[in-house]
């Protein structure tokens, strides 16, 4: 009888082998480029989910783990294939892989499941520091010249007097308007690009602290406003850096129904001292969302509100 049951187990795993979803490589056709080191840790650790290079060991080759495998390929070619990568432009490329230095560093990627089986896969502390000087490098800080500091002065004073004081400012081309009250919002995070030698601020509006504070941020609720305001970083001679030059702020304006066709926001984004609104025509929204959709998961928002923002428990 045991005998039989095995025999019959072993027959029905060995029939579990012919249901197999169909795993292919199809041609790399614009396979990412980097220099050797960056590739070579990409290669190890993503490139057997995010590329069309994928190389199998023999017990991923058992079902049931490889249609866990299989599944894992599919889903990862589809948010992030590296062989396709080499052919979007130089900001989208960019953007991806901050997403995936990000993904990394909170310990998401690669996919514990995977490593558990694959430890070689796992990204040491050295390889993620070179992937992050790779993508963002660390320019040499030199103090600016006194010309700029007093222009970057003087639009602060600006900024901060309020734009409508000198002339109305334009809405932007999808008909959304400035909101200048976004400087009394609460800081939820800042980032200090080196790449972009911009440091931002990223504001959020009332409804998006409440949001925070109840836990409810995925999605956020409709009313919730985001500005992510950037200037030109300003080493002085200390090595510190402050805000210079007040660069843009744009907003993401969470409406699902109105704004069903850019993906639940609303996007605008304003130019400089004199608040140009940025695109040409309405279709500008479409670079936006194209952008933040590796984050389509976190309803398209890039940022964690840090722990301060979240107020008293
Ligand atoms: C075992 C397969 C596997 C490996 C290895 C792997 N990933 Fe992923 N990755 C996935 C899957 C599956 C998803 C889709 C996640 C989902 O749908 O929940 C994903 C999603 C992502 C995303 C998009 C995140 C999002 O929420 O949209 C990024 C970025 C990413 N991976 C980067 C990486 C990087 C960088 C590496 C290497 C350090 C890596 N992955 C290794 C399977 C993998
Ligand atoms: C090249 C990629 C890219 C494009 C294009 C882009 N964004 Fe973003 N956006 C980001 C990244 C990355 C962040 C995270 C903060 C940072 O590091 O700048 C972000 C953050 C934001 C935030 C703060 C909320 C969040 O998601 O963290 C707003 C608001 C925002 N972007 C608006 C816009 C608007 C409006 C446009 C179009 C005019 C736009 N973005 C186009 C990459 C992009």
Known sequence: MIVRTIAGLALVFLLLQLVRPKLTNPPATADFEAPADVKEILRKACYACHSNETRLSWFDEIVPAYQLVASDVKRGRMVLNFSELGAQPKARRNAVLFEAVSQIQMGAMPLSRYTRLHPEAVVTPGELAALRDYILPVPPA???AQLDIEAADAQYRQWIAGASTSHPVQAA?????????????????????????????????DVAIRAIAEHKINPWPNGTVFAKVSWMRQPDENGGIR???????????????????????????????ELKPFGID???????VACHLPLRKNDYVFTAPIAAARGPA
């Open 142 to 144: 030199r103090p600016t």
């Open 173 to 205: 081309p999808n008909g959304i308007a400035f909101l200048p009250g976004y400087k009394n919002w609460r800081a939820i995070s800042s980032t200090d690009r080196t790449d972009t030698n911009t440091l931002k601020m990223i504001l959020a509006n």
């Open 243 to 273: 805000t210079g030059k007040f660069e843009q702020v744009a907003f993401m304006i969470k409406n699902s129904e109105k704004y069903a066709s850019t993906a639940g926001w609303g996007w605008a984004q304003w130019m400089g001292a």
């Open 282 to 288: 309405a279709n500008f929204a479409r670079e936006c």
